[in-house]
């Protein structure tokens, strides 16, 4: 798989799981490693980590100096490895440099050596967390790391050299210590002295990496299943967790729904019951009489009549008003705003202000007709209320949270298949 491809669908998981990104790094390395190992050297700087690495590698490749030198990965490729010289640690995490040896540690590494001169006597804080964490890498994913003591040849007691290894050996039980002096080793070399080049420590620390470095083919392919393993099955609890919560959320905008208009039924049938008396009457339909100049100031039958109406129109609203506030379908949606806030009400929308016919009373609420228009009208708004909205949104981004999810799930499958 080419980079471009990884870092497309390397995006698409991450857009879901954001806290993967380090072993997405992991695996972005492996990638690009090949079938080249990589060994990162990790230490404090001026703990002798480049010295260490030229004595392997068997020449003066890594820059060697008393100050701090190495602010950026130093990588060579020697003997078909990857070495990588990382910026000396210090207590200014932040800074860019170790930035890189964070890299270079974390992502970059099939093999660590965590570099500590025994001048400076046992771990501090620091240095002691820090091997910590590779132990529980080492538990999680199988990547070695070997605790490398430099410098011996700078300890000439060897009653002292013994006491601060054991101390570092109680601070790190379960580590593998190799003391080591490349000073040593390159006088033994330059006058072919092996019994120096053997009390240097290197030739073992180089069997080591050795046996480590042809585990390495096996350790990546854990590594890539076990994250593949655990990608796939959190974007699994992922999918199951969104489906639910959309059926959910299907169910109470279907329930919501089938509750409105059950109520409204009710409300309409109420409404009908109590118009009866008004809408059915004996004889002449006073409301019907119209009003003239000459009566403009009487109260007339008609009058009376029509007052009637209004009033059971109003208390008609009155009920069914309180059921749409119950609902919370109190206001009109913004395209439908006027100037006048009085009138950008539903019921205004729906039913108009007044009805002062026994006629239009009746189409209106004892019509089937009718009814229906007031249900189609009503359940209209409804589905415009703002909670409705509001779960309707939610539901959207539900939906569109899915679509994530599958399109990561595939985006894993692609890395999986050609990994």
């Keep these: 798989m080419d980079i471009h491809t990884f870092d497309a669908a390397t995006h698409d998981i991450l857009a879901i799981l954001p806290e993967y990104d380090m072993p997405l790094a992991r695996l972005r390395a492996i990638l690009q490693a090949g079938q080249i190992p990589t060994v990162t050297v990790i230490g404090k700087y001026n703990h002798g980590k480049s010295r260490l690495l030229n004595e392997l590698i068997g020449n003066d490749i890594f820059s060697v100096a008393d100050k701090r030198e190495t602010v950026n990965l130093s990588e060579h490729l020697q003997h078909n490895i990857r070495w990588l010289d990382a910026p000396g640690l210090d207590a200014d995490v932040a800074a860019i440099d170790d930035q890189y040896a964070q890299d270079a540690m974390w992502n970059k590494a099939d093999i660590r050596l965590m570099i500590h001169?025994?001048?400076?006597?046992?771990?501090?804080?620091?240095?002691?967390?820090?091997?910590?964490?590779?132990?529980?890498?080492?538990?999680?994913?199988?990547?070695?790391?070997?605790?490398?003591?430099?410098?011996?040849?700078?300890?000439?007691?060897?009653?002292?050299?013994?006491?601060?290894?054991?101390?570092?050996?109680?601070?790190?039980?379960?580590?593998?210590?190799?003391?080591?002096?490349?000073?040593?080793?390159?006088?033994?070399?330059?006058?072919?002295?092996?019994?120096?080049?053997?009390?240097?420590?290197?030739?073992?620390?180089?069997?080591?990496?050795?046996?480590?470095?042809?585990?390495?083919?096996?350790?990546?392919?854990?590594e890539k299943s076990k994250i593949f393993a655990d990608l796939n099955k959190q974007l699994s609890q992922q999918l199951e967790t969104t489906e639910t919560n959309i059926q959910q959320l299907n169910n109470t905008l279907q329930q919501q729904r089938q509750a409105f208009e059950q109520d409204l039924n009710q409300i309409l049938d109420k409404v009908r019951q109590d118009l009866q008396p008004i809408l059915h009457i004996s004889g002449l339909d006073d409301s019907l009489e119209p009003d003239s100049f000459a009566n403009m100031y009487k109260l007339t039958a008609g009058k009376r009549d029509r007052n009637r109406i209004q009033v059971a129109y109003s208390r008609a609203c009155i009920e069914i008003n309180s059921h749409l506030v119950r609902y919370g379908v109190v206001g009109l949606p913004d395209t439908q705003k006027s100037n006048v806030r009085s009138l950008d009400t539903v019921m205004v929308a729906v039913l108009g202000i007044s009805v002062k016919l026994r006629k239009d009373l009746k189409l209106i609420f004892e019509d089937e007709s009718g009814r229906e228009r007031l249900r189609r009208e009503f359940a209209h708004y409804f589905e415009l209320s703002t909670d409705r909205m509001h779960l309707k949104q939610q539901l959207q981004d539900l939906q569109q949270q899915l679509q994530r999810i599958m399109q990561a799930q595939q985006a894993s499958k692609t890395l999986e298949q050609t990994s």
Excluded: W, Y
């Design 117 to 222: 001169s025994v001048r400076e006597g046992e771990f501090d804080p620091f240095e002691l967390q820090l091997f910590q964490q590779f132990e529980q890498d080492t538990e999680q994913t199988q990547r070695q790391s070997i605790l490398v003591l430099t410098q011996i040849d700078q300890i000439p007691d060897q009653t002292v050299l013994a006491h601060i290894i054991d101390s570092i050996q109680k601070q790190a039980s379960a580590a593998t210590i190799l003391p080591v002096s490349a000073t040593r080793h390159r006088q033994g070399i330059e006058n072919s002295k092996q019994l120096l080049v053997q009390r240097s420590g290197i030739p073992e620390l180089q069997q080591k990496l050795s046996n480590m470095i042809d585990k390495v083919p096996t350790v990546r392919q854990f």
